[in-house]
């Protein structure tokens, strides 16, 4: 049997692992916030997951963060894990789970654009800028119409996603020149640890402190919290890792067609919520506009490989 072949079991499994978990992570975040203040149920996830990550790696290694550039990785931490994380959880608190998937699907047409604008600044391939395009318009849909989704959703609520989707984006290409590829494990438990602090200190300012006293927190969004730590973001992100280190960058990216359509299923189905024409359409936007960038260079690869 062949490498490729011995590792197919392994590679599917951490396929279902980013397309199942971040699809339904959506819908654990809505559970979560019902009693839980966003950036303290954020602050527990990662600084929980970056802890048992640390313990892991320093039984592994006496200086785990050896060979990172320290700065880097705490601003990558803060722009991913704290505002990119965060500001969506906090921005859940008056968007559908579905409606908020749709939006981070959005992320790899910023990233393309970001790169254009600040770091390789390579102008897009022609079906890329198709896809921007394309998917922009769905966004703006979405936009539009999202009032008629949910009577108690304002413009700060989007603003956040906005923002949290920049953060991300500049994260995703800062970290390219932060971390070296044999230290990306050690990279992500610096980077979630220092996401938690983030939000940790979020949660200080905004004084989350008097709502979980004056309210309690429910064990539907305990388990929640629990689900979103351990699976969500332990489990999960193994398996990105995994795949990112044995797997075509594009192939991986899939992640971000398959999760959007997982958590608008989930919402109706779980959480009750509308999905209109409106919706629908601006979905089949963003989805392919997405599909368009993601697969930019694949046609060209396979027919250049075709005509060896």
Request: positive net charge; aromatic residues 10%.
């Amino acid at each position: 049997m062949t490498p490729s072949r011995a590792d197919l079991p392994a590679k599917l499994a951490a396929f279902a692992g980013i397309y199942l978990i971040w699809g339904t992570t959506y819908l654990g975040i809505a559970l979560a916030i019902r009693t839980f203040p966003p950036f303290s149920a954020g602050a527990i996830r990662y600084l929980t997951a970056g802890g048992l990550m640390y313990a892991w790696l320093r039984a592994r290694e006496p200086r785990p963060f050896d060979g990172l550039n320290i700065p880097g990785t705490l601003l990558c931490g803060v722009l991913m894990s704290g505002i990119g994380n965060g500001f969506v959880m906090w921005a859940q608190k008056g968007l559908p789970s579905g409606l908020t998937a749709l939006f981070v699907a959005s992320l790899p047409m910023l990233i393309l654009l970001f790169d254009w604008a600040f770091f390789s600044r390579q102008r897009p391939a022609r079906v890329a800028t198709i896809g921007v395009i394309v998917g922009l318009a769905g966004v703006a849909v979405l936009a539009t119409h999202a009032g008629g989704l949910s009577g108690h959703i304002r413009p700060v609520h989007l603003l956040a996603i906005l923002a949290a989707e920049t953060a991300w984006a500049m994260a995703t290409l800062l970290q390219r020149q932060f971390v070296p590829i044999t230290r990306i494990v050690s990279f992500t438990c610096l980077q979630l640890l220092a996401g938690g602090v983030f939000q940790l200190s979020a949660a200080l300012i905004g004084r989350d402190w008097i709502a979980l006293a004056a309210h309690g927190v429910a064990l539907s969004s305990i388990l929640a919290v629990a689900y979103l730590t351990f699976v969500g973001t332990l489990v999960a992100n193994n398996c990105y890792s995994y795949l990112i280190a044995h797997v075509s960058a594009h192939k991986v990216a899939t992640y971000a067609l398959v999760n959007p359509v997982i958590a608008m299923a989930l919402g109706v189905v779980v959480l009750g919520e509308q999905v209109s024409w409106s919706m629908l359409i601006a979905s089949a936007l963003v989805l392919f506009g997405v599909a368009l960038v993601l697969f930019q260079g694949v046609r060209r690869r396979f027919a250049a490989a075709s005509a060896r």
